[in-house]
């Protein structure tokens, strides 16, 4: 079963960076569109970017486009989210997540069939 593993999280300001990646060990990970989605608590779980699997189409949620990046390097098996001008409410817990079907192009978040265990993100003064 194909297991994702986040990691990059941690403790930063407002208006600062941090990068998170997403790697599946042991299996391609260009078979599969991927997702980073994040729960805040108290809070829905709410889809923050998808990519396609070739990395060719990618989707963003609202409250994060223009700020958020994703992308792929399939012959480094890592997906990454590069976020920027972080906000106090990008606070949650960040969980990255594959599609096996669909289009190779289609980067829409939908039929997510594996979910990493999360990595904290924190933006705080």
């Known amino acids: 079963q194909l297991q994702l593993v986040e990691s990059g999280g941690g403790l930063v300001q407002p208006g600062g960076s941090l990068s998170l990646s997403c790697t599946a060990p042991g299996f391609k990970m260009d078979d599969y569109a991927i997702g980073w989605f994040r729960q805040a608590p108290g809070k829905e779980r709410e889809e923050v970017s998808c990519i396609s699997k070739r990395g060719l189409g990618a989707k963003y949620g609202d409250s994060v486009k223009g700020r958020f990046v994703i992308s792929r390097d399939n012959d480094m098996n890592t997906v990454t989210l590069q976020m920027n001008s972080l906000k106090l409410e990008d606070t949650a817990v960040y969980y990255c997540?594959?599609?096996?079907?669909?289009?190779?192009?289609?980067?829409?978040?939908?039929?997510?069939?594996?979910w990493g265990k999360g990595v904290l993100v924190t933006v705080s003064s």
């Open positions: 997540a594959a599609r096996s079907r669909g289009h190779p192009d289609d980067g829409r978040c939908y039929g997510m069939e594996s």
